[in-house]
């Protein structure tokens, strides 16, 4: 608290306050709580007149920025509930009290990945915001299971793009929300590349090689069944 002292002007003055103008007493005032406060104060002394005046007093609050943020977890791995992790405040070694010193506000989302943010304000005593941050840390798709509509293709100069499924933990993940795919080497003979990138709430990312027929394969399986279909031909005919 703190307390309010009027220094005499000569001795054998008598000093007096008041908080409301009215009523005074030799009992000098103190204040704890953050506001603006006005004392009155009367002087009197032996063949002197009495002198009243006025004095204010303002009690600021204190700046919640110099506080300390604690938080209950720093990180969280998505896992499609909402993660609030509890706060603990203190400043110079005090622990503050929720709802009495401050409040809490947390981002609007604390479901998907990604960093989030808790936001303390300052009341009653104290003033001003102070933020913390935490993170919610994707799913590494490294275990998902991933299968191709078609593996085998035959050459023929264009780009082969089979779709994938993709399924982790049970679930089938949605393309272009949980996962991108891009391909490589998928034109030339030999064998190409899917490539399944987590995205979202999804990370890391997962290679699928598919085996595409080569131009002298292909001719070959196709010379080799015209070849069987003549051989089953002569002998149904003989």
């Known amino acids: 608290s703190i307390s309010v002292n009027v220094t005499a002007p000569a001795s054998g003055a008598k000093i007096t306050y008041s908080t409301d103008g009215t009523n005074y007493s030799a009992t000098k005032p103190s204040f704890t709580d953050v506001g603006t406060y006005t004392i009155y104060y009367k002087i009197t002394a032996d063949n002197y007149y009495p002198l009243t005046a006025s004095a204010a007093l303002t009690i600021a609050p204190i700046d919640i920025a110099g506080a300390t943020i604690a938080l209950s977890e720093s990180d969280y791995t998505y896992d499609g509930a909402e993660h609030k992790p509890a706060v603990t405040v203190r400043y110079n070694g005090t622990t503050l009290v929720e709802n009495k010193d401050y409040t809490i506000s947390y981002d609007a989302?604390?479901?998907?990945?990604?960093?989030?943010?808790?936001?303390?304000?300052?009341?009653?005593?104290?003033?001003?915001?102070?933020?913390?941050?935490?993170?919610?840390?994707?799913?590494?798709?490294?275990?998902?299971?991933?299968?191709?509509?078609?593996t085998i293709y035959s050459y023929d100069g264009s780009a082969k793009k089979p779709t994938p499924t993709v399924k982790l933990n049970g679930a089938t993940l949605s393309a272009n929300v949980d996962y991108s795919v891009s391909y490589k080497n998928n034109v030339d003979n030999g064998t190409a590349t899917c490539v399944i990138t987590g995205i979202g709430n999804y990370t890391d990312e997962v290679e699928i090689r598919a085996g595409w027929k080569t131009l002298f394969v292909w001719l070959w399986a196709k010379a080799f069944y015209a070849h069987r279909q003549r051989k089953w031909i002569k002998l149904l005919r003989g």
Do not use: F, Q
């Not at 990604?114 to 799913?139: C, D, E, H, L």
């Open 109 to 150: 989302d604390c479901v998907n990945a990604g960093v989030k943010y808790v936001t303390v304000t300052g009341i009653g005593s104290y003033a001003g915001t102070n933020v913390s941050g935490y993170t919610i840390s994707g799913i590494s798709l490294a275990p998902a299971d991933v299968t191709l509509k078609k």
